[in-house]
């Protein structure tokens, strides 16, 4: 699929989940999030059919993202029905790396191929303080855990607020690098602000070459991060629903009510 652009269209962002298990200050409003009704959620099926239509208009690439895609309930039968579709050729999930101990096995059997796992800090208190709720201990062994299974391209995922130099990316970077790890730093971005930057070490935020559309776990697909437009599989007709999105994508991005647990980063 190409857009009005000229641009490839191969890759799908699928949010299987708007739950989460973390409350990120960057991502999740203090005051809780509105949850989607369990009946809006697509289902497992209607989940394969979005990734079967969309790797018959070309895509090739998909990530599973959230919330956080490792809660929910079933979900290593999902990765495992959506990997068996043919055409894709690289298979990957974004994750708090949280429940990576447990999953992180299963994963690689049922067909995941790459890791990216967020980390922002390695210091205990400041990750409790970032994401509200959370244990840095339990992030640590969900990496060990993808190690000693054998996943081999594991990045992470590092938000900053201004630069690479700051003390918390230097130490995520030297963690990186002591365990073979690569590191993407992302500014941290405001929809509503429009703020939005390129992800450092990675293909992120770089309008021109943009690849992607993202599809909500209550089946929207939006043309981009940054705009308000959607299409709803559910009213239009999967086909009908993913080819909209690709004609409207934006040149560049402006601003959104979009937040990122609801469609993943
Ligand atoms: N829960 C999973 C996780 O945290 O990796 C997957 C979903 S999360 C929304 C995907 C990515 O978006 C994470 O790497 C997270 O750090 C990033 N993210 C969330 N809010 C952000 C913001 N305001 N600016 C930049 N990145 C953000
Ligand atoms: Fe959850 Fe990921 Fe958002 Fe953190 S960034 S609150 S882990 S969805």
């Known amino acids: ?20 298990n973390l409350r990120c200050q960057y991502c999740m409003p203090a005051e809780g999030i509105q949850l989607l009704h369990h009946g809006d959620i697509l289902t497992f099926e209607e989940m394969v059919d979005v990734v079967r239509e969309a790797v018959g208009l070309g895509v090739d690439k998909v990530r599973l993202t959230g919330g956080e895609p490792l809660v929910r309930r079933g979900i290593i039968d999902l990765v495992r029905m959506i990997g068996e579709v043919p055409g894709i050729t690289d298979y990957a999930m974004t994750t708090n790396g949280t429940l990576l101990t447990e999953y992180a096995a299963p994963l690689k059997q049922a067909g995941i ?23 840095i201990s339990e992030v640590l062994a969900g990496i060990d855990a993808a190690l000693r299974v054998g996943f081999e391209q ?4 590092c938000v900053i607020q201004m630069s690479p130099d ?15 790890l690569d590191v993407r730093f992302i500014r941290q971005m405001d929809t509503l602000q429009g703020e939005f930057w ?9 309008c021109v070459s943009c690849n992607r559309l993202r599809v909500s776990s209550d089946g929207k697909v939006y043309p981009c991060l940054f705009s308000d437009r959607v299409f709803d599989i559910r009213t239009l007709g999967i086909r009908e629903a993913l080819c909209g999105a690709v004609a409207y994508k934006p040149e560049s991005g402006k601003t959104s009510q979009n937040r990122f647990y609801h469609l993943g980063g």
């Open 166 to 180: 700051e003390p918390d990316a230097l130490a995520v970077a030297a963690f990186g690098r002591a365990q073979g």
């Open 113 to 135: 191929q790459r890791l990216n796992i967020s980390l922002d800090t390695l210091d205990a208190e400041r990750y409790e303080t970032v994401t509200r709720v959370g244990q």
């Open 1 to 20: 699929m190409y857009d009005r652009f000229n641009r490839r269209i191969h890759y799908l962002r699928l949010s299987v989940t708007d739950l989460c």
């Open 154 to 157: 594991i990045k992470l995922n």
């Open 198 to 206: 390129q992800v450092l070490g990675g293909t992120g935020g770089q």
